[in-house]
């Protein structure tokens, strides 16, 4: 293990046991993959939280969280599906619901993601809110909301994320001042569509953003550049980096955390998965006045799911990232393990460049 | 047959046959799906025409029509794939070559598609440009470019398609004065997405436009509207219509003819196609102030592949339109018929609003 890739000693740092449920039919199944953001002297992480319904005594039923709205509210509900009866849908996979032959086409999710609040002063003990900060809504959220990025831009934050419903995943922006109140701006990407995160400021009079499409038919789950002028509208898109034919990066590729300008330009911390679903971070360094230049990119991982907690859980051998945050020289990266648990890592910039290697005239 | 859908006596009014190739090396096998537009006294069809290579003697060879750039100008080039010395692709289909077992994961299509102006004074009788008038580029539409649709706004043009690039199946966006010169703004819609109709006109200060993503994993084939105010950037996209569990709408549904504003609302003249690829056109009608707002739905298909023109051709029964015209109270449709040639069917306003069961309270 590399010893310049140093994971906190108080991993996990958030995990499914600090969570108050939404419901009390409900039980939390993870808490991982955060955005993050540092605001005064606060760190701040919106968390995704993953909860089921507790299961039914019945072995023929199926409970679902699902979002209703009852007079203008949404509110969690839960769904009760009768295996005998539905006889065409194939129930094997804890994770979802599948039409029977059929892997690819999703019926319901098993399980409902919303967003919450925790904060820190010292970056590694958290004080988690204990109701939902941000809900899914019943309309285009109705399985939920997954995955936050937030960029920081003026005096507002950004939020990126997954709003997945029967109709497909999208991409959705809110938009905040103090985390307290939401201004939704709806679906920024068609579905199907995921880990988009906003460039923290304009680069030429243009605001950008890395997203990851999943085409259908014709090519692959790659990484695109997209330009906006108001953040609610996008455009302009450009094709990024695609999967790789081999290795650690063949299955899947998208953004990660939210980019950070270093001297030497665009730091891009993102994930791929090979087709075995082991997902990794990789790092690319995009022009700072350019980013559709890849100026240099990982050819092995930088980070690896190596230890218990990222290796078992809810889904192992998972790295994820939605954000990371420049301390100094210090990259801290703040990330999902095994869809579980919330961990952080710390990794020198010098260490990086070196991973990249970029030589240093000095 | 109903008799007041009024198929031309000419039809089909463009074909093959009528098209001089572009290359000594391509013969055009299809002359199809067309934008139409009125402008001064003529009526314009900008036409898809798909190539493919003259087969070779060898029948262990394949020819590919592609784009390729050679001194900052894109070129139609042969590309020749040996099949003997790639074993892991299929080559039955005629239309295209997949990746062996996986029908969904395409390598090549064997036809290119780049576009053509046809004039006429009547609406019948086309004149058709010897040369490409739009050639696909190297860079985002290798594998060409398909299916325009034109709307007017101001003295401008709009020309939405489908560009095609081993990346994906994505909508770019075209502007044009006079169909001679004409400026790119790149893509509008990330793959997969196709079947982008402007709405000819701000609706509440807002452009609005259907368009048809195909997310791989959850949803279906259909149609959402997006919103922009400056028609290259667009978000606020919200489901407008999906795909019906039986009958002929049962495989996928998407925008056909830009949509034209009648008395009663826009008149949306939409395809849909059935699981065994059976291609109707339907019709709809939205609000006038808010295209969100499904007035009414054809029950049965407006225009079933019936005849000859429309049930045998490149790809059989299939009739696909992208633009239709008001003519006093007739709506006139160009359609591609067979995925083959261009065919014109008349049907007058009320007998529309009589098949969407729309009263008249006269």
């Not at 979002?67 to 949404?74: A, I, L, T």
Request: aromatic fraction near 10%; glycine fraction near 8%.
């Amino acid at each position: 293990m590399n010893k310049n890739i140093i994971r906190n000693t108080e991993n996990p740092l958030l995990k499914p046991s600090d969570v108050v449920p939404s419901s009390k039919e409900f039980q939390v199944i993870g808490i991982f993959n955060c955005g993050v953001v540092r605001c005064l002297d606060e760190t701040i992480l919106l968390c995704r939280i993953a909860e089921t319904v507790i299961h039914p005594e019945d072995e023929n039923k199926v409970s679902i969280p699902v979002v209703v709205n009852k007079d203008g509210r949404d509110y969690f509900e839960t769904v009760s599906l009768d295996k005998t009866k539905e006889t065409a849908w194939d129930f094997s996979d804890s994770r979802q619901i599948i039409l029977k032959g059929n892997a690819l086409k999703i019926i319901y999710l098993t399980s409902l993601s919303h967003f919450r609040i925790a904060r820190s002063k010292d970056g590694v003990h958290f004080e988690l809110d204990q109701k939902p900060t941000i809900m899914p809504n019943n309309k285009e959220e109705q399985w939920g909301i997954e995955d936050p990025r937030i960029t920081p831009l003026g005096d507002r934050f950004y939020i990126t994320y997954t709003a997945v419903s029967p109709n497909g995943a999208a991409v959705s922006l809110i938009e905040t001042k103090d985390f307290t109140s939401f201004q939704r701006h709806g679906i920024i990407f068609l579905p199907e569509n995921k880990d988009t995160a906003i460039f923290p400021g304009k680069i030429n009079g243009t605001y950008y953003c890395m997203n990851r499409p999943v085409p259908a038919v014709i090519g692959s789950p790659d990484i695109w550049l997209s330009r906006s002028v108001d953040l609610i509208h996008w455009g302009r898109h450009t094709h990024l980096c695609g999967v790789s034919s081999t290795g650690w990066e063949n299955g899947r590729i998208g953004g990660g955390a939210v980019p950070i300008l270093t001297d030497k330009g665009w730091l891009v911390i993102y994930h791929a998965a090979d087709k075995r679903n082991r997902y990794c971070l990789g790092v690319m360094l995009l022009a700072a006045d350019a980013p559709e230049v890849i100026l240099a990119k990982s050819k092995e991982p930088l980070v690896e799911p190596l230890v218990d907690y990222e290796i078992n859980g809810f889904f192992g051998n998972v790295v994820f990232t939605c954000g990371c945050l420049l301390d100094g020289s210090t990259v801290i990266i703040y990330y999902g393990a095994a869809d579980d648990s919330i961990c952080r890592i710390d990794i020198e910039l010098e260490v990086i460049y070196e991973h990249l290697e970029i030589s240093f005239p000095e």
